[in-house]
């Protein structure tokens, strides 16, 4: 039995050998690896999925280490996606993945071939882009998977599955409806959101990044430098909500669980 082969024991010996060929051979992008996203593409991994593209422009921000997979306080400064592929490979050597340093927006959009993938994740914040990737998603053969919003919950019992149309008590979801009705462009097929119906209110204030006060330990004057600056990964967000990881993990494992799902139940 090789590394490998050992690795995926477990999984083996629950969904069988036609499925560990099936989630080898299926292709999946995700779009975001923050709280959310990096989490999936873990489970992904460790699932026995093989070829994952992995696509995010930011670089890793102390901010990030309280939810994110591969945010450390060895990692702050470095490209997400590299550094989620590093970790990523430790689990299976032998898995190709794609880490693209990049935007998905309205211009680069024609970049990623996504009509190419069994399965396109959308874990992106950003409403413009969301949408978009929505409605290009959607057109698609791929299987369509999204995250709704996951910042400003604590209650673990609260996270859901529904079609996108059904998602109730989410203001992400209700501001992308809104938003698609408005441009009078819908997603061409129905797809399944992660949610969760809870809302609290930031107690805190936000004293960093977002405010022009970088705590990364690194900043741009060099590392002689104590003096608090902002890098050019520093979030530029208009509001910033406080988020945990045991909420973000769980949308982003159960996007994975729901690809895991439906490649075992496809035959």
């Keep these: 039995m090789s590394i490998e082969e050992a690795v995926f024991n477990r999984t083996r010996l629950l969904v069988g050998n036609d499925c560990m060929t099936r989630l080898s051979e299926a292709r999946v992008i995700i779009f975001g690896v923050g709280g959310v996203g990096s989490w999936c593409a873990e489970s992904l991994i460790r699932s026995g999925i093989r070829h994952l ?12 280490i309280n939810r994110q997979l591969m945010a450390t306080t060895a990692t702050v400064g470095k490209v997400k996606v590299e550094a989620l592929k590093e970790h990523l490979l430790l689990i299976n050597p032998k898995a190709d993945i794609n880490a ?31 949408t978009l990737l929505i409605e290009l998603g959607t057109r698609t053969n791929a299987k369509f998977l999204s995250s709704m919003g996951a910042a400003l919950k604590v209650d673990p019992t609260r996270i859901k599955v529904a079609e996108f149309w059904k998602v109730q008590g989410c203001p992400l979801a209700r501001m992308l409806r809104k938003r698609f009705k408005r441009l009078k462009r819908f997603p061409a097929k129905k797809f399944l959101c992660v949610f969760s119906d809870e809302l609290l209110e930031n107690k805190g204030s936000n004293e ?17 430098d104590s003096s608090l600056t902002n890098h050019e990964w520093c979030s530029s967000k208009a509001q910033i909500n406080g988020s945990l990881m ?7 494992i159960s996007l994975g669980g729901l690809v895991i799902k439906d490649i075992l139940n496809r035959q």
Aim: proline residues 3%; glycine residues 8%.
């Design 53 to 64: 593209t992995i696509v995010d422009s930011d670089r890793v921000c102390v901010t990030n």
């Design 100 to 130: 693209c340093q990049q935007i998905f927006c309205a211009e680069t959009a024609g970049d990623f071939n996504i009509e190419t993938y069994d399965y396109i994740i959308d874990c992106i914040d950003s409403l413009k882009d969301k």
């Design 246 to 252: 045991h909420i973000t993990s769980m949308f982003g």
């Design 208 to 224: 960093a990044c977002g405010t022009g006060q970088c705590l990364c330990p690194k900043n741009q004057n060099g590392p002689g």
